[in-house]
T-cell receptor, first 115, second 112 residues
Framework: DTAVSQTPKYLVTQMGNDKSIKCEQN?????MYWYKQDSKKFLKIMFS?????LIINETVPNRFSPKSPDKAHLNLHINSLELGDSAVYFC???WGLGPNTGELFFGEGSRLTVL | SQQGEEDPQALSIQEGENATMNCSYK?????LQWYRQNSGRGLVHLIL?????REKHSGRLRVTLDTSKKSSSLLITASRAADTASYFC????????????FGQGTRLTINP
């Protein structure tokens, strides 16, 4: 069983569209994250949730809206997609309140291409 | 937000040789973690070293941490072709909400 699974793996869409990426973890972790990896492989945290509560909200455009229906799921909805949103989006999870407790477990990534 | 910087950005060595990657950071940390990313895949945790530790081993991996210099190194001994990947250091910051801040990684290529 995949510990952290995210769908879809690939997403190609036009500018201006709205899209969602879903993430589920079956590890029983309390905290989930969204990271964005750009074309230079730089990974930047976007959001984190602990037990469905938003903990971290980095400087991310309002077009990005995370939703955590329960502590095993964290989805990312993106409105009015722009060319600069093209990247690989990674979901991750960890125990406790965050990485001071231990390691992060990452999904395989969702590659978003905006045309 | 603060990030680590890996050095070198790319490293190419022969199979069997040792590979050393370095990471520098700027803020006080709770811990420092190393991750591996194979091409087109997610990140996989390798090792975590806490701020009160100086050295840690895991199999062929050896990590050192020097908090006075705000730097860490990852040594992979007796490298194998399967070690070809990008390696990232990430710091768990003390200030504010808990988050891991990643560097840009070192691209390691092991030549058979």
């Amino acid at each position: 069983d995949t510990a952290v699974s995210q769908t879809p793996k690939y997403l190609v869409t036009q500018m201006g569209n709205d899209k969602s990426i879903k993430c589920e973890q079956n590890l029983g972790h309390d905290t989930m994250y969204w990271y964005k990896q750009d074309s230079k492989k730089f990974l930047k945290i976007m959001f984190s949730y602990n037990n469905k509560e938003l903990i971290i909200n980095e400087t991310v455009p309002n077009r990005f809206s995370p939703k955590s229906p329960d502590k095993a799921h964290l989805n990312l909805h993106i409105n009015s997609l722009e060319l600069g949103d093209s990247a690989v989006y990674f979901c991750a999870s960890s125990w406790g309140l965050g990485p001071n407790t231990g390691e992060l477990f990452f999904g395989e990534g969702s590659r978003l291409t905006v045309l | 937000s603060q990030q680590g910087e890996e050095d070198p950005q790319a490293l190419s060595i022969q199979e069997g040789e040792n590979a050393t990657m370095n990471c520098s950071y700027k803020t006080s940390i709770n811990n420092l973690q190393w991750y591996r990313q194979n091409s087109g895949r997610g990140l996989v945790h390798l090792i975590l070293i806490r701020s009160n530790e100086r050295e840690k081993h895991s199999g062929r991996l050896r990590v050192t941490l020097d908090t006075s210099k705000k730097s860490s190194s990852l040594l992979i001994t007796a490298s194998r072709a399967a070690d070809t990947a990008s390696y990232f250091c990430a710091t768990g910051e003390i200030q504010g909400a808990q988050k891991l801040v990643f560097g840009q990684g070192t691209r390691l290529t092991i030549n058979p």
